[in-house]
């Protein structure tokens, strides 16, 4: 199956594991939804630098690594989209790796924005962070405050940097109506194994996705939050030295807009 790689690069050589990376974390081509939705993602880059920016697409082919390319230089002070790799069977997730040259990564400038287009009329949309290597998590994080109201759908992401294949994290979702001296009572706990891009585990010459692993429709999947107004939730890392980020998505049933819930 074919595969596209996007590399943001200074120079016209292939990315390495030294070269900084940034996690996009939802670009898809557009992906229908529930309710009727279709969500459409857009990855914006901004070059503040004295020198072009080149998008190279890398192809895959079936055990081949193919750096056929288009480049498409972006120059200096210039501002343009750069367009989604596709799904695939091997990466089902939503997240992918950007790759940009040693020292110049402070002088790229990103918007990812995604929109329910069968509904463009009422919302430009909801703008989500563009992950940088230094941004990731080797502790706890915590994610608040998520609603549990029927109306709306919670989605939790979670996105391993390493795309090990026996990467493990705790969630852990509390109650936060008892006030401002209390913790919360612990409504569920789980532990979730990343999956990895590949079955076993990360691919040098496939570097584009990272470890994935989610959890959909929150209330649904774990009825007793529906008890709650809001909650907390908590990830611990289990694997040692993993690096990670992670986020929550609440849409609205009716109108599709999307709050997004980052780390705190």
Do not use: K
């Amino acid at each position: 199956m074919r595969r596209l790689l996007l590399i943001l690069l200074f120079s016209t050589s292939t990315a390495t594991g030294s070269e900084p990376r940034l996690l996009v974390p939802v670009w898809l081509p557009d992906t229908p939804g529930a309710h009727g939705s279709l969500w459409h993602s857009e990855l914006w880059l901004q070059n503040s630098g004295i020198e072009d920016a080149v998008v190279m697409r890398v192809e895959y082919l079936e055990n081949c690594r193919v750096p056929t390319c288009s480049n498409s230089p972006i120059g200096p002070g210039a501002t343009a989209e750069v367009f989604p790799t596709p799904v695939s069977a091997q990466n089902p997730g939503p997240g992918v790796f950007l790759y940009v040259h040693q020292g110049e990564s402070e002088l790229l400038r990103f918007n990812l924005r995604t929109q329910d287009v069968s509904r463009q009329h009422l919302t430009f949309g909801t703008e989500l962070p563009v992950i940088r290597d230094d941004e990731v998590f080797t502790t706890s994080l915590n994610l608040f405050p998520v609603p549990t109201d029927g109306g709306f759908r919670q989605t939790l992401r979670i996105y391993d940097f390493d795309a090990n294949p026996t990467s493990q994290i705790r969630v852990r979702i509390y109650d936060t109506q008892f006030g401002p001296s209390a913790a919360g009572n612990l409504l569920v706990e789980e532990i979730v194994t990343l999956a990895s891009p590949t079955p076993n585990g990360p691919d040098p010459e496939r570097p584009d996705r990272p470890g994935f692993g989610q959890r959909l429709d929150l209330v649904d999947l774990y009825p007793v939050l529906a008890g709650s107004q809001y909650v907390r939730i908590e990830i611990e890392p289990m694997t040692s030295g993993l690096r990670f980020w992670a986020f929550v998505s609440v849409t609205n049933n009716e109108t599709q807009h999307v709050t997004t819930i980052t780390p705190n």
